[in-house]
């Protein structure tokens, strides 16, 4: 069973086509560089990750989620999808009204936040002319 940081780190943070470097993986987490390490090996001793050598520095290490990576991570969110919606159906129709516009409110704070939508998005600040 994979911890939270385990599936942060498996999930849409190396869920993408073209693999991300070590160095952006430990910026998104917000980790030391060991501690992602270690995780990374976790992750690669599974069967979900793969090091890959980065196309352009020989320093630098790419990490690919494997058919394996994805196969779980279908799972989980699965999973997650299944708990949420049995939560939502529970809860009580204006406790789930409230819930919708808060998100929605929330939702747009980012969107209009120019440094949280780059945030979200993993997208460098626009710098300012």
């Not at 989620?65 to 969110?77: A, F």
């Not at 997650?80 to 009204?97: E, F, K, V």
Request: glycine share 8%; net charge positive; hydrophobic share 35%.
């Amino acid at each position: 069973m994979l911890c939270c940081d385990q599936r942060r780190a498996s999930g849409g943070r190396l869920d993408c086509q073209d693999g991300m470097r070590m160095r952006t993986l430990t910026h998104l987490l917000g980790a030391s560089p060991p501690s992602v390490s270690r995780l990374v090996d976790r992750h690669v001793a599974l069967g979900f990750v793969q090091r890959r050598p980065s196309p352009d520095s020989r320093r630098e290490v790419m990490l690919c989620v494997t058919s394996s990576g994805r196969q779980h991570l279908t799972r989980v969110r699965q999973r997650r999808d299944q708990l949420l919606l049995r939560a939502l159906a529970g809860m009580p129709g204006p406790q789930r009204a409230v819930l919708t516009d808060g998100l929605a409110g929330l939702q747009q704070a980012v969107t209009e936040h120019p440094m949280l939508r780059h945030e979200v998005l993993d997208l460098p600040p626009t710098p300012r002319v």
